[in-house]
Structures are given as structure tokens and as C-alpha cells.
């Protein structure tokens, strides 16, 4: 494609690990946001990468949230937040994470005569908070997690060669208001891999006609090999699934449902490599391309289209994209169908798991020490390259 993005392909396997090239702009701006924290506040944003709250992404508004808030920042330090999220998201994605952020805004008018005084406290844009996990340096495995009311961004970073991105989470309340259709493109594309069916795939795709009241696989740190929805989501006991609507809806790693993308036409596959597309494609190219290969490499034949719900936009409707090494779900059902998560997910490699897991292994099998310093020295700028430790 002429801008840069990835396309899928039928073609490659797993694919090497191979470097993060466009993790030297994220590596200078976090190494900066660092320093430009105050001895306090880097008490509150800096954890140890083995904390137990690394994989705690829940994107419920929450009391008690590890990091330090956006509204606890000068403006110069949320600016510097921005730009590391900007540096490793493509600029598309950008703006769908600052407008979901913006969102809040509306949400405090809208829900202000339910609310009250507190509307002004719960519904805040300076309520997403920013952590680091460990340090970020050339020579380290580290983190950084920016998440709030329908955000979750999780990145780690595996000694700033290989990079992890999931789970990324992007949400929208409302989804239709006023002059805006947040994540409209996410629903347009499910909508249209749907409708592109012949009768008999559309049939084998809609697992259920009733759609979950959230993400079924819901925010649990790892997916586990079955994972049931909920009967209801926080605080909204009205909203209730049972328990065959759950049975129906279930997540099975080893017994996908829905239409297999090898059983489908030309037409309907390029329609859903657009929709997997949206989502891989929300970080920079080179690990977009990265990203692929890994799930064509992992079978993409075998990757499974279901969808839940109605077919039409006012009423709840859900899709799930599921592969070894890919799950994405998209739910649209509270509020009358204008209230969106879309969450993109790897069960084994959230967090870099599956990156920390082959960095250990590749150092056990005499992993060329030397060669890859040289490689990390030659890609950073001499300003802020750091000298070697003295030896003993």
C-alpha cells in the first residue's frame, strides 16, 4: 500500500523476531518524560517492572489506581505523555485515543443531573493515568501503561529490540453524538464482512442472537482457554445475559466459532483483511508488518469471523476475531447500542509475554550479547547514548 501500512497476506510463516526500528523516537521521549518527573511524582509513576499491577489493564473508572494521573502533570509532562503515546501509535490511532479521552468532557454534561457535583470529579480528562514499569534504557525491559475510563494502552518493550502492544483497548461513550461517530470505521467494517456473506457462511458466523453486554472475554489479566461473558456489566444490572446466552457466546481458544477465513471468497476475505487491518494497523508500519506476519505465520486461514447481536446499527451487535495468536472484540450494546469497546488481544503474548519467554530462551542458547549492543548503540543518538558499566 502507498502509505506505508501493512497488508495480510496468505504467504510467510512465523517469521523471526526481529527489531523494533520505530521504538528509537518512543525509547528518547519516555527517557525524557522521566526525567522531567519531579522526585514525588516519579515515586508515584515508576513501578518495578515485575509489579503485580503490570497486568492489571481494567479500563473501569477506578479509586485506588496505581500511577500518576494527567491532572497531577504540568502541562509540559502531559505533553510529553502525548508524544510517547503518539510515537508508538500511527497518528490514526492517536486520534482515536485523544478523542476517547475528550469524550469524558461530554459525559460529565451528560451525566451531570445523575451525578451531581461528583460528575466534575468522575467524568475527567486528567483522570487517565500513566505508569512506567521499570526503566526505560537500552539495556532494560520495560514498560508503560496509560489507562482510564475506555483506554488501555499497554506497552512493553523487551530490552528495546521487540515489542509488545496488547491488550489495546479503545472505547467510545457515546458512540454516536452530535457531530462525531467514534470507532465508527471498527462497526462500518464488521457490518460490511457480515453483509458480504453468502447466506449459508452468515448463518455459520452468527453464533448467537443475542449479543453480550461487554467484551466476553472481559478485562481478565490472561485469557484463560474458556472464558464465559458476564450476566452483566458494572453497575448495570438491568442489562442481563443467562446462562444459555452465555453458553452460546463462550470464548473456546481451542474451538473458535464462526466463518473460517479460508472458506470464504476473494471478496470477502479483502473485506476481512480490512477489518483485522483496523486494528493491527494502529501502530507504526514496521510493527504493524510485524504484527502480520505473526498472525499469517500462526494460520490465517484458520482465523475465525463470529458476530452476535442484530445487524443494524440501533441495536446491540458484537463481533470476535479469534486466531492462536489473535483475539479482537468489538461490543456494541449499553445504551441502546451507543457504547462501544473495541479491544485487540494476543493470549499469550499480552504484556510481551510470549517476547520475555523467547528473550530467555535465546539468552540460554549463548544469544549474541556483543552483537546485538552494537545494534542498539548504532540506532540512538550519541546524546543520549549512556557509557557501559565499569567492569567487576
Known amino acids: 500500500m502507498s502509505d506505508g501500512r501493512t497488508t495480510a497476506s496468505t504467504q510467510g510463516g512465523m517469521g ?8 528509537q523516537p518512543m525509547l528518547i521521549t519516555a527517557m525524557q518524560l522521566l526525567d522531567a518527573f519531579t522526585t514525588e511524582q516519579r515515586q508515584r509513576v515508576q513501578l518495578p517492572f515485575q509489579s503485580d499491577d503490570r497486568d492489571n489493564w481494567d479500563f473501569l473508572p477506578a479509586s485506588g489506581r496505581l500511577g500518576l494521573p494527567l491532572r497531577a502533570m504540568t502541562h509540559g509532562q502531559q505533553l510529553l505523555v502525548h508524544r510517547l503515546v503518539g510515537s508508538t501509535l500511527a497518528p490514526e490511532a492517536y486520534a482515536r485515543v485523544v478523542t476517547t479521552i475528550g469524550q469524558e468532557h461530554v459525559l460529565r454534561e451528560l451525566e451531570a443531573p445523575v451525578l451531581g457535583p461528583s460528575a466534575v470529579e468522575f467524568r475527567d480528562p486528567g483522570g487517565y493515568y500513566f505508569t512506567f514499569f521499570g526503566k526505560p534504557d537500552l539495556e532494560q525491559t520495560w514498560s508503560w501503561r496509560l489507562v482510564g475510563h475506555h483506554l488501555s494502552l499497554n506497552v512493553t518493550l523487551v530490552r528495546q529490540e521487540f515489542l509488545s502492544v496488547t491488550p489495546m ?3 467510545s461513550q457515546p458512540g ?3 457531530p462525531t461517530r467514534h470507532l465508527g470505521e471498527e462497526e462500518d467494517l464488521g457490518f460490511a464482512l457480515l453483509e458480504a456473506l453468502r447466506p449459508s457462511q452468515r448463518e455459520q458466523a452468527v453464533i448467537h442472537p443475542v ?3 461487554d467484551l466476553v472475554t472481559k478485562s481478565v ?3 484463560g482457554d474458556v472464558e464465559y461473558p458476564g450476566y452483566f456489566t458494572v453497575g448495570r444490572h438491568h442489562m442481563q445475559i443467562g446462562d444459555e446466552d452465555r453458553k452460546a457466546l463462550v470464548y473456546m481458544r481451542e474451538h473458535p466459532r464462526g466463518v473460517a477465513y479460508g472458506e470464504l471468497d476473494d471478496a470477502c476475505q479483502a473485506r476481512f483483511r480490512t477489518l483485522l487491518e483496523c486494528y493491527v494497523n494502529r501502530v507504526r508500519p514496521d510493527q504493524a ?16 469471523f463470529a458476530w452476535a447481536g442484530a445487524a443494524s446499527l440501533d441495536e446491540g451487535h458484537y463481533y470476535r476475531i479469534q486466531g492462536p495468536v489473535t483475539v479482537i472484540e468489538f461490543d456494541n450494546t449499553e445504551d441502546g447500542a451507543n457504547h462501544i469497546h473495541a ?14 519467554l523467547e528473550h530467555v530462551a535465546a539468552e540460554h542458547q549463548g544469544y549474541d550479547e556483543g552483537h546485538v549492543h552494537d545494534w542498539r548503540v548504532e540506532q540512538v543518538p550519541a546524546a543520549i547514548r549512556r557509557p557501559p558499566a565499569p567492569p567487576g
Open 343 to 356: 479491544v485487540w488481544r494476543d493470549p499469550d503474548g499480552d504484556f510481551g509475554r510470549d517476547l520475555l
Open 289 to 304: 508488518a510485524f504484527q502480520m506476519d505473526r498472525i499469517t505465520g500462526a494460520g490465517l486461514d484458520g482465523l475465525q
Open 16 to 23: 523471526a523476531a526481529r527489531p523494533a526500528r520505530s521504538t
Open 221 to 223: 489479566r490472561k485469557i
Open 176 to 178: 454516536r453524538f452530535g
Open 211 to 213: 449479543s453480550p453486554v
Open 169 to 171: 483497548l479503545i472505547g
